[in-house]
């Protein structure tokens, strides 16, 4: 079992509609989370980063993180064509020596306009 | 802001070639990553360097890969001989602190 498992998609869904992202993981240990968006042919950039369980807002981006299931969400609200993009979770832990990320494979998600 | 620099943007080499790839990180960011994303997969770690000195460098394949920030700036990763399942996109990330990392947008390796 990989550490972090993400459904790759692809995922298409027209323009305006709720998109759910998520990621699993087997590493208890992980205690930050976060939600890099990378384009075609660019580097991941940081789209949301949270500590622990819990809800993050940002906009028209909300993250989930239940760690006694240790799943994690993306949830995109009135989605929009710029959208179009693959969106990577990424997990750490927090002791030294435990700092490195550990990504999941991406999920490609296109917004129809 | 400046971003992270990277060169080249894409290199294709025949296997057992030698390539070299540069960056240049955001200024004042004392860390400095290098990572692997091969197509269809998240990053990988190769490398981290705080300053000029290695933290984490597990995952490098040190047979054929090497690395060095020199004077805790700019770094090079260096790959000889270079296999098929070296083709991959490198990344350059940089960090002042461990929260966000800044990627640069990459350099596309192919190697026949």
């Known amino acids: 079992q990989k550490e972090v498992e993400q459904d790759p998609g692809p995922l298409s869904v027209p323009e305006g509609a709720i998109v759910s992202l998520n990621c699993t993981y087997s590493?208890?240990?992980?205690?930050?989370f976060m939600w890099y968006r990378q384009y075609s042919r660019k580097g991941p950039e940081l789209l949301m980063y949270t500590y622990s369980s819990g809800n993050k807002e940002d906009g028209r981006f909300t993250a989930q993180v239940d760690k006694s299931s240790k799943y994690i969400s993306l949830f995109i609200r009135d989605s929009q064509p710029s959208d179009s993009a693959t969106y990577l979770c990424?997990?750490?832990?927090?002791?030294?020596?435990?700092?490195?990320?550990?990504f999941g494979k991406g999920t490609k998600l296109s917004v129809i306009p | 802001e400046a971003g992270v620099a990277q060169s080249p943007r894409y290199k294709i080499i025949e296997k057992r070639q030698s390539v070299a790839f540069w960056c240049n990180p955001i200024?004042?960011?004392?860390?400095l990553y290098w990572y692997q994303q091969i197509l269809g997969q998240g990053p990988k770690l190769l490398i981290q360097f705080q300053n000029n000195g290695v933290v984490d460098d597990s995952q490098l394949p040190k047979d054929r890969f090497s690395a060095e920030r020199l004077k805790g700036v700019d770094s090079t990763l260096k790959i000889q001989p270079a296999k098929l399942e070296d083709s991959a996109v490198y990344l350059c990330a940089s960090s002042r602190l461990a929260r966000e990392l800044f990627f640069g947008e990459g350099s596309r390796l192919t190697v026949l």
């Open positions: 990424a997990m750490r832990g927090s002791g030294a020596g435990s700092y490195q990320l550990t």
């Open positions: 590493n208890s240990a992980f205690q930050y």
């Open positions: 200024s004042g960011h004392a860390t």
